[in-house]
């Protein structure tokens, strides 16, 4: 009796850690995020979004030119790996057997583990060696390939969860397969094909270490393609490490923004993939 | 079994597809499926062009210096040497730190997140923790700058020091920026990563196997050690190996807090380097052919080993998914 008394309270002490651990992680969150919005928000005016960075000492200044940098190195690699990874998604879950499929299903979720700097250091290889300078274009390649294995298995997923009775039945009718797929499973499985890239983009809409040396970075406005351009990422971390307090506040406000916009765009996946389930 | 069925259905589907395109539009279906085919194999390609690119560009470093940069652990570029040896150990400590600490914390919210929170509470902690996975490197890096690493100094290596300073590891003086605090930082990063891949794996341990340990007397926390965490262990592991994986490569957090100095130290207050941190930190700034050379190999080693390591535990994760298929038929 007594040692089933000492096995209960084992237990409820082993129990007790186990919540103690998930309330740490959760505070954990909670404490990082509150202290980046206390030193980030006073960072934040209009001139912050609208100006380009002043040298020390300056008052003002901010970093219109990286934002416009991150936005279109991002959609420049949104446009050519989501489509490319939609449709290697859409033949995995329509047509993927045999070694093929098991081979690019693997190695997507293989490369969705690889060190996004290592990503970096190909595109350098692969884009600004070549072409002898920085670019925002090789920081698209870069980014391009972090999001490609996340797309194709999302995809892969929501085209799997539409039910194979809408295709017969449009096959049923006449339609060719590439239209019966084209016009019935896919707006079905949009929403997941949609959160698919939305997660993507949340993905690497933070990442600066590949951007390090492809990207870049620059001071003024550049065209954000061919030539070495700023991106928000990259500024966080070249004026965190700078000596200056003005820069480590506009570091701050960069912190801020960014992980209001990721966050922002993790609730929208959700809200869309929730949407399906509500119809 | 849900999945199960799924495949099968796609079986027939292929099957009527077949047929029916002899009839209707069958230059319409072959230029989709070609392209479809095309997106698969560009994605294959990706991978191999990785692989191929970052050999070819390390080249000259390899047939240069060879893996002997591995067993020298002298890094000056000015004076020509180039040892990689402190990286390649700063990346290993700093991620056992990682793995010691976020491996057991992450287990056990796996387990509290998929059978001890009460249901209305699962949902959102599982959301929080997830969302620690979305912040990006390079906040966690100011983060860590600004607040971990005065707080590390100020209290934690002093109360390390206090209590376990007979051991050379908790030695020296504290510096906050350092192995233990890149390591710590490490490990707020992968808690994530294990706590959601171990909660899927223990998830998916079927309710039985639960079922019959409690009939059998056992206390909760004896169901889950003995029932439910040996049955879902290499799941475990596999979850273990991926948040190593992440470890290994991490770079923008890790350089803003490892204290950037290519040194082998005892202690793991001192500051060190990582393979990761050293690209981020000096691949800009290389000069000369032999410097960059030897950065792009380290980058190509890290590639290759995160390749290895994420592989490895691919495999082991969806091995306890396919049994878990197989069992229920």
Not at chain 1, 5 to 29: D, H
Not at chain 1, 90 to 110: N, P
Not at chain 1, 251 to 271: H, P
Not at chain 2, 111 to 129: C, E, K
């Amino acid at each position: 009796m007594n040692r089933l008394a000492l096995r209960k309270a084992w237990s409820a002490f082993m129990i007790g850690l186990a919540a103690l651990s998930a309330g740490i992680a959760a505070a954990t969150l909670v404490v990082v995020v509150l202290y980046v919005v206390s030193k980030g928000a006073p960072a934040l005016s209009v001139s912050f979004f609208t100006h380009l960075p002043r040298p020390v000492g300056v008052p003002g200044g901010g970093v219109a030119n990286a934002l416009l940098g991150s936005v279109v190195v991002i959609a420049l690699a949104s446009v050519v790996a989501i489509p490319i990874g939609a449709l290697a998604g859409i033949y995995l879950a329509l047509f993927g057997r045999g070694r093929l499929a098991d081979a690019v299903r693997f190695l997507s979720d293989v490369l969705t583990g690889v060190p996004s700097i290592a990503i970096g250091v190909f595109a350098y290889a692969l884009v600004v060696l070549p072409t002898h300078h920085f670019s925002g274009a090789s920081a698209s390649v870069a980014l391009g390939i972090i999001m490609l294995p996340i797309v194709v298995r999302t995809t892969e997923e929501a085209v799997r969860l539409v039910p194979h009775t809408i295709r017969e039945g449009a096959l049923a009718l006449g339609m060719p397969t590439w239209k019966a797929v084209l016009l019935v499973t896919l707006p079905v499985a949009r929403p997941g094909i949609t959160t698919g890239a939305l997660l993507s983009i949340a993905r690497v809409a933070g990442e600066s270490a590949p951007l390090l040396f492809t990207a870049f970075g620059s001071q003024f406005w550049s065209n954000p393609i061919s030539s070495p351009t700023a991106a928000l990422p990259l500024v966080i971390f070249q004026y965190a490490i700078s000596p200056y307090h003005e820069w480590q506040q506009v570091a701050w406000g960069g912190a801020l923004l960014l992980i209001f916009v990721i966050f922002a765009l993790n609730l929208a996946a959700r809200l869309v993939l929730g949407a399906k389930f509500a119809r | 079994m849900q999945r199960q069925s799924v495949e099968t259905q796609s079986v027939a589907y292929a099957g009527v597809s077949r047929k029916v395109r002899r009839g209707h539009s069958p230059f319409g279906d072959r230029l989709f499926q070609t392209v479809l085919l095309g997106a698969a194999w560009f994605v294959l390609l990706v991978v191999v062009a990785l692989f191929v690119e970052l050999i070819v560009a390390a080249w000259p470093g390899i047939s240069s210096l060879g893996l002997r940069v591995l067993g020298n652990a002298k890094w000056d570029p000015n004076d020509g040497s180039f040892g990689v040896l402190a990286f390649v150990f700063g990346t290993l400590v700093t991620s056992a730190i990682a793995l010691l600490v976020a491996g057991p914390i992450g287990i056990a919210v796996a387990l509290f997140l998929s059978d001890l929170a009460p249901r209305w509470l699962r949902q959102p902690t599982g959301m929080l923790v997830e969302l620690l996975a979305a912040v990006p490197s390079v906040v966690y890096g100011l983060w860590g700058l600004f607040v971990l690493a005065p707080v590390m100094r100020g209290y934690l290596e002093p109360a390390l020091s206090k209590s376990l300073g007979f051991l050379p590891l908790f030695q020296g003086y504290f510096y906050g920026v350092g192995v233990l605090t890149a390591g710590m930082l490490l490990a707020i990063m992968v808690l994530p990563t294990v706590a959601a891949i171990s909660r899927d794996v223990f998830n998916a341990v079927p309710i039985e196997q639960r079922e019959a340990m409690l009939a059998l007397g056992a206390t909760r926390w004896e169901m889950l050690s003995k029932a439910v965490v040996p049955y879902a262990r290499s799941g475990v592991i596999g979850a273990l190996v991926l948040a190593l994986g992440r470890a290994l490569g991490e770079a923008m957090a890790v350089v803003m807090v490892v204290g950037n100095k290519p040194a082998i130290s005892a202690s793991l207050f001192a500051p060190g380097y990582t393979m990761a941190s050293v690209l981020a930190n000096e691949f800009t700034e290389a000069t000369g052919q032999q410097y960059l050379a030897v950065l792009i190999e380290i980058g190509a080693l890290l590639f290759i080993v995160s390749f290895i390591i994420n592989a490895g535990a691919r495999l082991m994760v969806r091995k306890v998914a396919t049994e878990r298929r197989a069992a229920r038929g």
